[in-house]
Nanobody, 125 residues
Framework: QVQLVESGGGLVQAGGSLRLSCAAS????????MGWFRQAPGKERQIIAV????????YYEDSAKGRFTVSRDNAKKTVYLRMNSLKPEDTAAYYC??????????????????WGQGTQVTVSS
């Protein structure tokens, strides 16, 4: 049974930082592309960052470039999202997802096979 469990969300002031973690189990983690998505109320779930199985390649959505960093530790079966210079518009539920790599970089919901339950990030102004 595959499980992805996010943690690290919370309430932070604008300009602050958070590091999200996603612990995986039940899958051959190093063979999966991992992605971070977010979904704000009333909006569609959108890709934020993607990292390939080895960790050697990454992709960022434009709003994350320069502020967010995705990384992974395959020994710990964990993927991270470091978020700096947070803005109120970053407020959303953040989800990690796993994809068997088919067409790098995977960026749409349909390309990901497994999902976590999400962790809420709220940025106050």
């Amino acid at each position: 049974q595959v499980q992805l469990v996010e943690s690290g969300g919370g309430l932070v002031q604008a300009g602050g930082s958070l590091r999200l973690s996603c612990a995986a189990s039940g899958l051959a983690f190093r063979f999966y592309t991992m992605g971070w998505f977010r979904q704000a109320p009333g909006k569609e779930r959108q890709i934020i960052a993607v990292i390939n199985g080895s960790g050697g390649s990454t992709y960022y959505e434009d709003s994350a470039k320069g502020r967010f960093t995705v990384s992974r530790d395959n020994a710990k079966k964990t993927v991270y999202l470091r978020m700096n210079s947070l803005k109120p518009e970053d407020t959303a539920a953040y989800y990690c997802a796993a994809a068997v790599s088919r067409n790098w970089p995977e960026r749409t919901r349909d390309e990901f096979d497994y999902w976590g339950q999400g962790t809420q990030v709220t940025v106050s102004s």
